[in-house]
């Protein structure tokens, strides 16, 4: 834009120049915008479904290793997850049970509480 540029309505030539053009932008609804000399990123603003819930999930990752790091457990030690939430997040656990397993070491992940026979068992 900064040399104008050449269009032609029917068969007549125009030339603009940069002075005689005025760009605005408009960024969409649901969208910010964030620029610098070289790069302009548009980031979809939207929470879908999905991605509350991936980050319910991400979420429950990150108290369970608050909890381990709290009880001072070794990095490998294995551990077994009981949890009670409200309905929204234990979707959320249910849908990303692997990965909440992964990340946190994890062998199972149970709604309820885990039976005290269950942790004697386990040692």
Known sequence: MDS????????????????D???????K??????DDSSLVVFLDTEITAELRKESLA?????????????LDLPY?????????SP???????????????DETLATSIVKGDLKKRDCE???
């Not at 929204?88 to 397993?101: G, M, P």
């Open 58 to 70: 991400r979420e429950v990752v990150r108290r369970i290793q608050v909890m381990r790091k709290e």
């Open 4 to 19: 104008g540029i050449e269009l032609e309505i029917g068969q007549t030539p125009i030339s603009l120049s940069k002075e």
């Open 76 to 84: 490998a030690a294995k551990i077994r997850v009981a949890y009670s």
């Open 21 to 27: 053009l005025k760009v605005s932008e408009k960024v």
């Open 87 to 101: 309905s929204e997040v234990s979707q959320a656990i249910r849908t990303f049970d692997s990965y909440l397993k």
């Open 121 to 123: 068992k386990s040692g």
């Open 29 to 34: 609804s649901g969208f910010v915008k964030s």
